[in-house]
């Protein structure tokens, strides 16, 4: 699943081609059109399809910008302001082409759901393989709640108090570490890739309680974790599996990654092992993390 630096290679590579262009008109797959009829909300959440697309359509986009794994697209049409909200989920990917046929990967052509035709003849493309991403309209966050809860940017100045505050609540307290660095009310953006590194190079072990590690160690952890981030949004982000940015490009991020993924420890060489944490799969060390 993307994580906060791949979401800012995405953001980061839709402004200069996308901002100041207007949505002429939208396109939406039958696959998302059967799944509607069905009662299910694929990708399109919370608007029926046809107002969906009349809505964007003639719309400008004003502003686009990463909140934690989100892309905020702001849009302004007939003097009003409106927010799309889209999530990449596990295997979503935009790509900025004339033509679908532009997309390199044949996987992701297979796969696309909605399309922007922009006013410089250009399209904003969304694929999704899997299906677990999300757009939202809406007129502000308001409307979607979840979106308030969501912890500072982690660059941000009140980041670190808040994170150090929030572990100090009892249902984080007795929580895995790695589990709460991945809740997004706490930290935001960092997911499992970034959380595993962070601990790795910390020496602290994901499974290790909250309440069993001290405020002095929790402090330099979440600068860890800040490096980590920046280090992969320098590197493009990390492509396990699916991310790419919207000209199909890999990130780099995953050449430099120590731990997530190995057999291996690279410091002591013994092998690694995995636990199942919040659901997903924790690689550690049993010798350096403790």
């Known amino acids: 699943m993307p994580e906060l630096p791949e979401v800012e290679g995405v953001v980061n590579s839709l402004k200069p081609v996308a ?20 009662g299910k909300q694929a990708i399109i959440k919370g608007s029926e399809l046809e107002p ?30 409106l927010l799309l909200v889209t999530h990449l989920g596990m295997t979503g990917a935009w790509f900025y082409v004339q033509d679908t046929a532009d997309i390199a990967e044949d996987k992701f052509r297979k796969h696309i759901h909605v399309i922007w035709k922009l006013d410089d003849g250009m399209m904003l493309v969304y694929a999704d393989i899997r299906r677990f991403g999300e757009m939202r309209l809406m007129t502000s966050e308001d409307q979607f709640p979840p979106l ?17 505050e929030m572990s100090k609540l009892t249902k984080y307290q007795n929580k895995s570490i790695k589990e709460t660095i991945m809740d997004g009310q706490v930290i935001s953006g960092c997911g499992n890739i970034y959380a595993t590194e962070a601990l790795y190079r910390m020496r602290i072990h994901p499974g290790r ?3 069993r590690i001290s405020q002095k160690r929790l402090i330099p952890l979440f ?36 731990m997530y993924g190995k057999k291996q420890c690279p410091a002591c060489l013994i092998p690694t092992k995995q636990v199942v944490l919040g659901g997903r799969n924790s690689w550690y060390c049993p010798s350096c993390q403790r």
């Open 19 to 38: 901002t100041g262009k207007t949505i002429e008109h939208v396109e939406i797959s039958s696959v998302l059109q059967v799944s509607r009829q069905a």
């Open 52 to 81: 969906f697309k009349q809505e964007l359509a003639n719309a400008k986009i004003t502003q686009i910008v990463r909140r934690s794994k989100y892309i905020y697209f702001h849009l302004l049409k007939d003097q009003q302001e």
């Open 148 to 164: 308030l809860l969501m912890a500072p940017e982690p660059f941000n100045e009140s980041a670190l108090h808040h994170f150090i």
């Open 209 to 211: 309680k909250v309440k």
């Open 223 to 258: 600068q860890m974790i800040v490096d980590v981030l920046n280090e992969s949004i320098s590197a493009g982000g990390s492509s396990i599996s699916d991310y790419r940015n919207i000209n199909g490009e890999a990130g780099g991020m995953q050449d430099r990654l120590q």
